[in-house]
């Protein structure tokens, strides 16, 4: 199976590269590298330097005919998209619909979104289900949630096939502290530098953290996961509540040395509690998360204290 993963050489997109090759697929990245790394692609895979939005991409999938597409390139920095809502728009929507005609009119068999819990906004019932209305508090959430959209319309009128995966807040190796779930990477890096970690309230604020190794596998999953599970959303998470405090404990656990905390007033908009209900992935995609925290968050540490 030859699939192109779009930002394969970005934080989830180099470790599903990983993935892909160890299943025997092949893999071919596409990638601008605004955010990603040409060193994140694993040795021997094709990286092809372009943009989402280039008119080269028909021309692309055409030559290669592509069987699948794992589609990470976006826009993934939250603030950036409330400050930039045209760019983000641009990048996260045409962009996608962009991939979208190529994979139609090159009979691609089937598209795997990367969505996000940032369509939920701030949820009152936990754990998240999929069926919750969406109410995104950001246009990044809203552009993944339109995005998802299209993924639905492509199905019904062209028959283009996807399965949208909605992931919680991931982290591991080779994540950027610029985008989405950066608090791992935040905190990695200021404990390893003996700078104090800001918390903002009381630290008791929960977030659902999963690792990027899960995340990579349940992008493979989805690719293979049979036709009844497909056109269909996904949350992809642990379904496990762990507090900023508990997780700046489990950190400091990692490096063996004590963390200094800096407790800052709340931030305006910021969501309490968040956890999302895994069962629907569990069940069709023939998928579990299998890391636990503490050791992710110590590979996590070890790969950027290696990397530095
Ligand atoms: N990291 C998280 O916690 C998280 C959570 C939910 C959803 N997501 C989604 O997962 C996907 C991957 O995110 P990530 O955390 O690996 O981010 P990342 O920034 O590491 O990866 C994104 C990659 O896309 C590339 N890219 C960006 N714009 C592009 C464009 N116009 N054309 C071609 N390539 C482009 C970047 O260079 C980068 O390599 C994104 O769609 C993101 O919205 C991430």
């Known amino acids: 199976m030859k699939v192109l993963v779009t930002g394969g050489a970005g934080f989830i997109g180099s470790h599903t590269v990983e993935r892909i090759l160890a299943r025997g697929w092949e893999a071919v990245v596409l990638d601008n590298l605004s955010t990603g790394l040409r060193t994140n692609v694993a040795d021997g895979v094709r990286m092809i330097e372009m943009d989402i939005l280039d008119d080269r991409l028909l021309d692309l999938f055409t030559r290669e005919n592509f069987d699948c597409v794992v589609h990470l390139a976006a826009q993934t920095a939250v603030p950036y998209s409330i400050d930039h809502p045209d760019t983000d728009c641009q990048i996260n929507l045409l962009g996608l619909v962009n991939i979208l005609e ?9 598209v795997v979104f990367a969505s996000s819990a940032a369509v939920y906004g701030n949820a ?3 754990p998240i289900i999929e069926e919750t209305t969406l109410y995104p508090g950001s246009f ?7 995005g998802e959209k299209y993924l639905k319309l492509y199905s019904q ?3 283009v096939e996807y399965v949208a995966l909605r992931y919680a807040n991931v982290y591991g190796e080779r994540q950027g502290d610029g985008g989405e779930g950066g608090v791992v990477s935040i905190f990695t890096r200021k404990l390893y530098q003996n700078q104090s970690l800001s918390i903002f309230g009381d630290g008791g604020q929960t977030r659902d953290f999963i690792y990027v190794g899960d995340v990579a ?8 996961a049979p036709k009844v599970a497909a056109n269909r959303v996904y949350n992809i998470s642990t379904q496990t ?17 004590p963390v200094h905390k800096n407790y800052m007033p709340a931030r305006d908009g910021d969501i309490y ?3 999302l209900s895994n069962q629907a992935a569990v069940a069709s995609l023939g998928w579990n998360p299998v890391m636990p925290l503490a050791e992710g968050l110590n ?7 290696k990397s530095l």
Request: charge should be positive; include cysteine.
């Open 217 to 224: 596998a349940a992008n493979c999953q989805a690719l293979i």
């Open 102 to 110: 190529a994979c139609r009119k090159t009979g691609v068999n089937r």
């Open 140 to 146: 990044y959430g809203l552009t993944k949630c339109t």
């Open 241 to 257: 509540q762990t507090s900023v405090n508990e997780l700046a404990h489990l950190l400091s656990q990692a490096a063996e040395k």
């Open 299 to 305: 590979r996590t540490y070890h790969s950027l204290k």
């Open 124 to 126: 009152a019932n936990l």
């Open 157 to 159: 009128i062209h028959n």
């Open 273 to 275: 509690h968040s956890m």
